[in-house]
């Protein structure tokens, strides 16, 4: 269960390079790219993020586009972000996130979640019960591999249990 409180941008095809802009890519540093996760897209995103106690974003479609670059999912994640929804991801940001353990899911009623609403989201069972509008949503799950990936924080964590669990040293 991920409870949080929502920061929203509703608008469709927030790039990679909008998430973290090339400039910054120097460091590869977390904290580092946490402290200018969004800025070129919303110069106050850390001050309202900071405000509001958000650790739950809220975007428009195509989320992630652009760029293929691992480090716009560490930006957020490193920024205190701990689950995007969105009604749908670019493919690369998808995959980056998961491989993260950036915790995703695509739900298409962006009207139902606003500004400052405070969730309980349950990925494994597939529902948000938004508790400042008294409503519950579902959404599809995905495959029991990716619900596993995203649980252990990430593919190189899967992946060393995997190894861990076919009697293989790894």
């Given at each position: 269960?991920?409870?949080?409180?929502v920061?929203?941008?509703?608008?469709?095809?927030?790039?990679?390079?909008?998430?973290?802009p090339?400039r910054?890519?120097?460091?590869?540093?977390?904290?580092?790219?946490?402290?200018h996760?969004?800025?070129?897209?919303?110069?106050?995103?850390?001050?309202?993020?900071?405000?509001?106690?958000?650790?739950i974003?809220?975007?428009?479609?195509?989320?992630?586009?652009?760029?293929?670059?691992?480090q716009?999912?560490?930006?957020?994640?490193a920024?205190?972000?701990?689950?995007?929804?969105?009604?749908?991801?670019?493919?690369?940001?998808?995959?980056?996130a998961?491989n993260?353990?950036?915790p995703?899911?695509?739900?298409?009623?962006?009207?139902?979640?606003?500004?400052?609403?405070k969730?309980?989201?349950?990925?494994?069972?597939?529902?948000?019960?938004?508790?400042?509008?008294?409503?519950?949503?579902?959404?599809?799950?995905?495959?029991?591999?990716?619900?596993?990936?995203?649980?252990?924080?990430?593919?190189?964590?899967?992946?060393?249990?995997?190894i861990?669990?076919?009697?293989?040293?790894s």
């Amino acid at each position: 269960m991920i409870k949080g409180i929502v920061i929203k941008y509703p608008q469709e095809n927030i790039n990679t390079d909008l998430i973290v802009p090339a400039r910054y890519l120097v460091n590869s540093d977390p904290q580092y790219l946490a402290k200018h996760c969004m800025e070129d897209f919303d110069s106050e995103f850390r001050q309202i993020k900071n405000e509001l106690q958000a650790t739950i974003l809220v975007a428009g479609s195509n989320f992630g586009c652009g760029s293929s670059r691992e480090q716009a999912p560490i930006a957020l994640k490193a920024s205190g972000i701990e689950l995007i929804i969105a009604p749908s991801f670019a493919r690369i940001f998808f995959r980056n996130a998961i491989n993260i353990g950036l915790p995703i899911l695509q739900f298409p009623d962006l009207k139902a979640l606003n500004m400052g609403d405070k969730l309980d989201v349950d990925l494994e069972q597939g529902f948000i019960r938004n508790l400042s509008s008294n409503q519950s949503y579902s959404f599809t799950r995905f495959p029991a591999f990716l619900q596993k990936i995203i649980k252990l924080k990430g593919l190189v964590n899967f992946a060393k249990e995997e190894i861990a669990n076919s009697g293989m040293k790894s």
